[in-house]
């Protein structure tokens, strides 16, 4: 459903919300995050995105301490499933190294045993879906080298899993450079391992560490057929764009990875495939996006209308748009702001929404205690927390 500026000045207006955005002393002035919250409490309010508590209404400083508030969500226990390991051989090559490469970190994303566990006991995660971390198999450009550590990758998740069986669930991993073996793969990691479906991140190098190859292209279309028939979700994770194709952000080598390059790379691998009418001959592939969806949710109206303006088409039958509502996931996964959550939840639906915190690459208190505050409906916290992916993953 759209909703319009006016919408929301009248929504404020008629609930009293106003009167909370021009307090009368300084002190309780209210901050920028309090009035954000304060505009979701509101449309919630309004019957726009569900109702919410009293508490949840209410504007929220920044300096002011927020007791947390028991819901269904919390007693219940979350899933989330964008939560990262390494192998021991692989993690200086992963961006584990780079990204946040401190001892303790190194123990965090190694650690698939009581320290994982405790770890979700602290972020209310009652099961894990866990995933090797990026780049992983797709960054290993020979097919028999990327064939044989995908195997030992989810080999290995398999033997933890198994020490954990109720907490602890699986991705697998998979050598996208040889798509035939990928399929042969994620078959083997369903029927025999238990795993929930696939996590991939980005697209392959092959033969060439300069090459960057993508899941649109024709050679792929038999692998998606056997993700559609085992009836299992593929996880399009991000990585960064090559070094040699890093022309746009020369002297700003800030922007390349998680704080924009991820999102943009695997923004436009999504919108290749939506692009290629894969989802016009695979019609029931579900296809997750972490991040709140790597900016597509905001940015796909002006996809669609501009695709309508113009004379270069896509192949595909339907709008961009329609395609994310009907074929794409999204989670929460690293991106803790209740504004991008909402405009999300608007885009797609509140079904269409699964908790994620991105461990060990964010922290699963923080995710928790943003998660446990923000202003939506109970009904839509608890979908979001844990019923969304009990349907997908059949964790009932």
């Known amino acids: 459903m759209e909703v319009t500026e006016r919408q929301v000045a009248d929504v404020v207006r008629s609930t009293g919300a106003e009167r909370r955005l021009k307090p009368t002393h300084k002190k309780d002035r209210i901050t920028r995050r309090g009035f954000l919250e304060l505009g979701s409490a509101a449309l919630a309010t309004a019957g726009i995105l569900g109702d919410v508590k009293a508490a949840d209404a209410a504007p929220v400083r920044e300096d002011a301490e927020i007791a947390p508030q028991p819901d269904s969500a919390q007693a219940a226990g979350k ?14 090559t992963s961006y584990a190294k780079q990204d946040l490469p401190t001892p303790e970190f190194r123990q965090q994303i190694l650690d698939l045993g009581s320290g994982r566990i405790a770890e979700m006991d602290r972020g209310g995660l009652e099961i894990c879906i866990l995933s090797l971390g990026a780049p992983g198999i797709q960054a290993v450009p020979e097919i028999q080298q990327a064939v044989a550590l995908a195997r030992r990758a989810n080999d290995y998740l398999a033997e933890h899993i198994a020490k954990y069986p109720k907490r602890l669930k699986g991705f697998a991993a998979l050598p996208l450079q040889d798509p035939q073996a990928a399929a042969q793969e994620l078959i083997r990691c369903v029927k025999e391992l238990g795993f929930c479906g696939a996590l991939v991140n980005g697209f392959s ?67 290749r495939l939506m692009g290629s009418g894969l989802f016009d001959e695979y019609p029931k592939l579900r296809v997750i996006l972490g991040h709140l969806g790597e900016g597509l949710p905001f940015g796909i109206w002006r996809v669609d209308h501009r695709i309508s303006k113009g004379t270069v088409r896509p192949k595909a039958n339907l709008p961009m748009g329609q395609y994310l509502r009907e074929n794409f996931y999204i989670t929460t996964s690293g991106n803790f702001r209740t504004p991008s959550l909402t405009d999300v939840m608007l885009e797609v639906g509140a079904d269409r929404v699964l908790y994620s ?26 979908k979001i927390a844990r019923s969304n992916a009990q349907k997908l993953f059949r964790l009932l």
Request: proline share 7%.
């Open 205 to 271: 190098q092959i033969g060439d560490a300069n090459s960057a190859v993508y899941y649109d292209l024709p050679q792929y279309r038999p692998f998606w057929a056997t993700v559609e028939q085992l009836d299992v979700a593929f996880y399009l994770h991000p990585r960064a764009p090559l070094a040699t194709r890093q022309q746009a952000y020369e002297g700003h080598l800030w922007m390349v990875g998680s704080p924009w390059g991820f999102a943009a790379e695997t923004s436009i691998h999504a919108l």
């Open 79 to 92: 899933i989330a499933l964008e939560e990262h390991f390494a192998l021991a051989e692989t993690i200086d």
């Open 357 to 382: 915190v991105d461990y060990p690459f964010e922290d699963v208190g923080e995710a928790k205690n943003w998660f446990d505050q923000a202003a939506i409906s109970d009904p839509d916290r608890l």
